[in-house]
Protein backbone atom coordinates (compact mmCIF):
# COMPACT_ATOMS: atom_id res chain seq x y z
CA UNK A 1 0.00 0.00 0.00
CA UNK A 2 1.44 3.37 -0.86
CA UNK A 3 2.07 5.93 2.06
CA UNK A 4 1.22 9.67 1.79
CA UNK A 5 3.18 11.18 -1.15
CA UNK A 6 3.51 14.99 -1.19
CA UNK A 7 4.79 16.97 -4.26
CA UNK A 8 7.48 19.12 -5.27
CA UNK A 9 9.95 17.78 -1.95
CA UNK A 10 11.74 21.14 -1.88
CA UNK A 11 10.58 24.85 -3.31
CA UNK A 12 12.23 27.70 -3.01
CA UNK A 13 9.88 31.46 -4.21
CA UNK A 14 10.96 34.77 -2.74
CA UNK A 15 9.20 36.64 -0.96
CA UNK A 16 5.39 38.22 -2.32
CA UNK A 17 5.33 35.58 -4.53
CA UNK A 18 2.90 31.98 -4.54
CA UNK A 19 3.58 28.58 -4.01
CA UNK A 20 1.24 25.72 -4.37
CA UNK A 21 2.05 22.22 -2.44
CA UNK A 22 0.25 18.81 -3.01
CA UNK A 23 -0.36 16.04 -1.35
CA UNK A 24 -1.93 12.44 -2.27
CA UNK A 25 -3.76 10.51 1.02
CA UNK A 26 -3.86 6.90 1.18
CA UNK A 27 -6.24 4.96 -0.27
CA UNK A 28 -8.87 4.84 1.34
CA UNK A 29 -8.29 7.67 3.54
CA UNK A 30 -10.76 10.74 3.29
CA UNK A 31 -9.18 13.78 6.17
CA UNK A 32 -5.79 15.28 4.87
CA UNK A 33 -4.45 17.67 7.73
CA UNK A 34 -1.60 20.19 6.91
CA UNK A 35 1.37 20.98 9.75
CA UNK A 36 3.85 23.56 9.48
CA UNK A 37 7.37 22.68 11.09
CA UNK A 38 9.72 25.71 11.20
CA UNK A 39 12.95 25.80 12.93
CA UNK A 40 11.98 26.87 16.68
CA UNK A 41 8.31 26.74 16.16
CA UNK A 42 7.96 23.27 16.27
CA UNK A 43 4.96 21.66 14.73
CA UNK A 44 1.96 23.77 14.16
CA UNK A 45 -1.68 22.61 12.89
CA UNK A 46 -2.69 24.37 9.64
CA UNK A 47 -5.61 22.69 8.24
CA UNK A 48 -8.00 19.16 7.75
CA UNK A 49 -10.10 18.49 5.16
CA UNK A 50 -12.26 15.66 5.02
CA UNK A 51 -15.04 14.64 2.15
CA UNK A 52 -13.89 18.07 0.17
CA UNK A 53 -14.43 20.32 3.13
CA UNK A 54 -12.50 22.71 5.51
CA UNK A 55 -13.40 20.76 8.64
CA UNK A 56 -10.77 23.34 10.81
CA UNK A 57 -7.67 25.84 10.76
CA UNK A 58 -5.50 26.65 12.59
CA UNK A 59 -3.74 30.08 14.00
CA UNK A 60 -2.42 31.20 10.40
CA UNK A 61 -3.59 34.55 8.41
CA UNK A 62 -6.33 33.89 5.61
CA UNK A 63 -3.26 33.76 2.97
CA UNK A 64 -2.56 30.12 4.07
CA UNK A 65 -5.26 27.81 2.48
CA UNK A 66 -6.25 24.98 0.58
CA UNK A 67 -8.55 23.18 -1.30
CA UNK A 68 -9.74 18.98 -1.23
CA UNK A 69 -10.29 17.44 -4.49
CA UNK A 70 -12.95 14.38 -4.91
CA UNK A 71 -9.85 11.84 -5.51
CA UNK A 72 -9.16 13.40 -1.39
CA UNK A 73 -5.90 14.72 -2.93
CA UNK A 74 -5.11 18.08 -1.19
CA UNK A 75 -3.54 21.14 -2.24
CA UNK A 76 -2.09 24.02 0.10
CA UNK A 77 -1.39 27.34 -1.13
CA UNK A 78 0.38 30.43 0.37
CA UNK A 79 0.24 33.59 -1.15
CA UNK A 80 2.10 36.75 -0.59
CA UNK A 81 4.89 34.53 0.94
CA UNK A 82 7.02 35.82 3.37
CA UNK A 83 10.69 35.19 5.36
CA UNK A 84 9.05 33.57 7.99
CA UNK A 85 7.32 31.20 5.97
CA UNK A 86 10.30 28.39 5.13
CA UNK A 87 9.83 25.58 6.81
CA UNK A 88 8.91 21.97 6.23
CA UNK A 89 5.13 21.94 5.41
CA UNK A 90 4.05 18.05 6.63
CA UNK A 91 0.33 16.30 5.17
CA UNK A 92 -0.84 13.60 7.08
CA UNK A 93 -3.98 11.37 6.01
CA UNK A 94 -6.24 9.14 8.34
CA UNK A 95 -9.29 7.21 7.80
CA UNK A 96 -12.54 8.54 9.22
CA UNK A 97 -14.23 6.99 11.74
CA UNK A 98 -15.97 9.58 13.79
CA UNK A 99 -13.14 9.65 16.01
CA UNK A 100 -9.68 10.62 15.79
CA UNK A 101 -7.34 8.10 14.24
CA UNK A 102 -3.72 7.34 13.44
CA UNK A 103 -2.47 10.62 11.15
CA UNK A 104 0.22 9.10 8.36
CA UNK A 105 2.45 11.76 7.53
CA UNK A 106 3.94 11.96 4.02
CA UNK A 107 8.31 12.64 3.41
CA UNK A 108 7.19 16.69 3.43
CA UNK A 109 7.81 19.74 1.27
CA UNK A 110 10.39 21.95 2.16
CA UNK A 111 9.92 25.84 1.49
CA UNK A 112 12.35 27.91 1.19
CA UNK A 113 10.97 31.89 0.94
CA UNK A 114 14.17 34.31 0.10
CA UNK B 1 0.21 26.95 20.76
CA UNK B 2 1.69 23.86 21.87
CA UNK B 3 -0.06 21.17 23.59
CA UNK B 4 2.50 18.76 24.99
CA UNK B 5 5.31 19.49 26.41
CA UNK B 6 8.06 16.34 26.06
CA UNK B 7 10.74 15.72 29.06
CA UNK B 8 13.57 15.76 28.72
CA UNK B 9 14.44 17.67 25.63
CA UNK B 10 17.59 15.98 24.68
CA UNK B 11 18.80 12.33 26.27
CA UNK B 12 22.22 10.32 24.88
CA UNK B 13 22.42 7.03 25.71
CA UNK B 14 24.58 3.93 24.82
CA UNK B 15 23.38 1.04 22.69
CA UNK B 16 21.71 -1.72 24.70
CA UNK B 17 20.45 1.01 26.93
CA UNK B 18 16.98 2.06 28.25
CA UNK B 19 15.54 5.43 26.87
CA UNK B 20 12.28 6.86 28.47
CA UNK B 21 10.93 10.09 27.42
CA UNK B 22 7.76 11.65 29.28
CA UNK B 23 5.41 13.92 27.84
CA UNK B 24 2.66 16.50 29.69
CA UNK B 25 -0.56 17.82 28.33
CA UNK B 26 -3.34 20.32 29.31
CA UNK B 27 -6.58 19.49 28.26
CA UNK B 28 -8.35 16.68 27.82
CA UNK B 29 -8.09 14.37 24.85
CA UNK B 30 -9.04 11.45 22.64
CA UNK B 31 -6.36 9.73 21.94
CA UNK B 32 -2.43 10.69 22.23
CA UNK B 33 0.34 9.67 19.80
CA UNK B 34 3.74 8.88 19.66
CA UNK B 35 6.25 10.00 16.19
CA UNK B 36 9.55 9.77 15.39
CA UNK B 37 11.28 12.06 13.37
CA UNK B 38 14.59 11.65 11.34
CA UNK B 39 16.82 14.57 10.42
CA UNK B 40 13.79 16.30 9.64
CA UNK B 41 12.05 14.37 7.47
CA UNK B 42 8.72 12.79 7.73
CA UNK B 43 6.96 11.62 10.64
CA UNK B 44 6.88 7.69 11.86
CA UNK B 45 3.65 6.96 13.47
CA UNK B 46 4.72 4.54 16.26
CA UNK B 47 1.77 4.01 18.76
CA UNK B 48 -2.03 5.09 19.41
CA UNK B 49 -3.56 5.00 23.08
CA UNK B 50 -6.49 6.15 23.44
CA UNK B 51 -8.01 7.91 26.83
CA UNK B 52 -9.48 5.11 28.28
CA UNK B 53 -6.17 2.89 28.00
CA UNK B 54 -3.37 2.42 30.49
CA UNK B 55 -0.29 1.20 28.50
CA UNK B 56 -0.02 -0.46 25.25
CA UNK B 57 3.05 -2.08 23.81
CA UNK B 58 4.63 -2.60 20.37
CA UNK B 59 7.81 -4.40 19.51
CA UNK B 60 10.66 -2.89 22.12
CA UNK B 61 8.05 -0.18 22.56
CA UNK B 62 5.92 0.44 25.85
CA UNK B 63 3.62 3.58 26.24
CA UNK B 64 1.64 4.78 29.23
CA UNK B 65 -0.98 7.32 29.91
CA UNK B 66 -1.96 8.77 33.02
CA UNK B 67 -5.33 11.02 32.21
CA UNK B 68 -5.54 12.08 36.06
CA UNK B 69 -1.80 13.52 35.54
CA UNK B 70 -2.26 14.44 31.68
CA UNK B 71 0.95 12.61 31.04
CA UNK B 72 2.51 10.20 29.23
CA UNK B 73 5.55 8.26 29.04
CA UNK B 74 7.67 5.84 25.78
CA UNK B 75 10.13 3.61 27.08
CA UNK B 76 12.38 2.36 24.03
CA UNK B 77 14.10 -1.00 25.76
CA UNK B 78 17.35 -2.30 24.77
CA UNK B 79 17.88 1.20 22.48
CA UNK B 80 19.97 1.05 19.07
CA UNK B 81 21.73 3.37 17.16
CA UNK B 82 19.15 3.59 14.47
CA UNK B 83 16.68 4.91 17.30
CA UNK B 84 18.86 7.94 17.07
CA UNK B 85 16.06 10.34 16.08
CA UNK B 86 13.58 13.10 17.59
CA UNK B 87 10.45 11.69 19.33
CA UNK B 88 7.09 13.93 19.78
CA UNK B 89 3.75 13.14 21.31
CA UNK B 90 0.80 14.72 19.86
CA UNK B 91 -2.75 14.58 21.39
CA UNK B 92 -5.98 14.49 19.95
CA UNK B 93 -9.30 15.81 20.42
CA UNK B 94 -10.04 19.02 23.14
CA UNK B 95 -11.00 22.35 21.35
CA UNK B 96 -8.94 20.99 18.08
CA UNK B 97 -10.42 18.51 17.36
CA UNK B 98 -9.21 15.69 14.68
CA UNK B 99 -6.03 17.87 14.67
CA UNK B 100 -3.15 16.77 16.48
CA UNK B 101 -1.25 19.09 18.97
CA UNK B 102 2.16 18.16 19.21
CA UNK B 103 5.01 19.02 21.90
CA UNK B 104 8.49 19.85 21.46
CA UNK B 105 10.06 16.50 21.08
CA UNK B 106 12.50 14.91 22.21
CA UNK B 107 15.77 14.48 20.78
CA UNK B 108 17.82 11.25 21.54
CA UNK B 109 21.41 10.15 20.34
CA UNK B 110 21.65 6.71 20.73
CA UNK B 111 26.01 6.13 20.59
CA UNK B 112 27.52 2.79 19.78
Known amino acids: EAGVTQSPTHLIKTRGQQATLRCSPI?????VYWYQQALGLGLQFLLWYDEGEERNRGNFPPRFSGRQFPNYSSELNVNALELEDSALYLC?????????????FGPGTRLLVL | SQQGEEDPQALSIQEGENATMNCSYKTSINNLQWYRQNSGRGLVHLILIRSNEREKHSGRLRVTLDTSKKSSSLLITASRAADTASYFCATAGGHRGYALNFGKGTSLLVTP
Open chain 1, 92 to 104: ASSRWTGEPETQY
Open chain 1, 27 to 31: SGHTS
